[in-house]
Nanobody, 123 residues
């Protein structure tokens, strides 16, 4: 079992930055691929960014490419999402997810989820 706790959300003006953190506990963090997803009001949950368990290969949704950066610190059992040049359309509840070893952009493939942290970008 893996427990995930997100933090770092908040209210920011358009063009600003936030860094989300996801602290993991339980099994060996380094064996898990990690991902960030988001869900805006009235919309489906969507993939934002992911990082493989091995090699640190990263993936991004086209909508955030060049603005967001996912990273992980295995010593701290934490994955981060640095969000720059935020836009009002980035407003959503952001979720952290973990998947043992193999990676997938499909949210149905992820094994563990956090409770989410709210990001609100004002225009």
């Amino acid at each position: 079992q893996v427990q995930l706790v997100e933090s770092g959300g908040g209210l920011v003006q358009a063009g600003g930055s936030l860094r989300l953190s996801c602290a993991a506990s339980g099994r060996t963090f380094s064996s898990y691929s990690m991902g960030w997803f988001r869900q805006a009001p009235g919309k489906e949950r969507e993939f934002v960014a992911g990082i493989r368990w091995s090699g640190g290969v990263t993936y991004y949704a086209d909508s955030v490419k060049g603005r967001f950066t996912i990273s992980r610190d295995n010593a701290k059992n934490t994955v981060y999402l640095q969000m720059n040049s935020l836009k009002p359309e980035d407003t959503a509840l952001y979720y952290c997810a973990a998947r043992y070893r193999t990676y997938s952009n499909d949210e149905r493939a992820w094994d563990y989820w956090g409770q989410g942290t709210q990001v609100t970008v004002s225009s």
